[in-house]
């Protein structure tokens, strides 16, 4: 499958989005965003981006006060998905003018929307920047 689940999350550890691609109850991933953020919040900047977790591997990236964790399969390449994670960045960047976390909180939808025009199913499907915010773009002229 390759992409698990996608977190965004701040330097106090709440999580600002979340998107899963497997199914796992509210508790389960309760549990599961707990024992991840701890354990990528801990780390320093000196130690690599990657961490083992149960039957994940969690590739993560801090940009300003936002941690992006992508939870994925143990075969899955790690750069692969730090690049996947500087893409989204990049877009949420181009279409929210250096995101923050208040852009995340204020304009939820939207992130979700530019994720589920990215990833469909647990893998990659769009890497252009403009196609992922053609749509968005669409829907704020029509409203």
Not at 13 to 34: D, I, K, S
Not at 63 to 88: C, K, P, Q, R, W
């Amino acid at each position: 499958m390759g992409i698990r689940f996608i977190l965004m999350v701040n330097k106090q550890g709440q999580t600002r989005l979340a998107q899963y691609y497997e199914w796992l109850t509210l508790e389960e991933r309760r549990a599961l965003e707990g024992e991840i953020v701890r354990k990528c919040l801990a780390r320093n900047e000196q130690q690599c981006s990657f961490v083992e977790h149960r039957n994940y591997k969690i590739v993560y990236r801090r940009y300003a006060s936002l941690f992006f964790l992508v939870g994925v399969d143990n075969e899955e390449n790690e750069l692969a998905i730090l690049e996947f994670i500087h893409l989204l960045v990049e877009t949420m960047d181009r279409h929210f003018g250096n995101v923050c976390e208040l852009d995340i909180m204020f304009h939820l939808e939207k992130a979700h929307f530019m994720l589920e025009e990215m990833v469909m199913n647990g893998s990659v499907v769009e890497t252009s920047k403009a196609n992922i915010l053609s749509p968005i773009q669409l829907m704020e002229k029509a409203s």
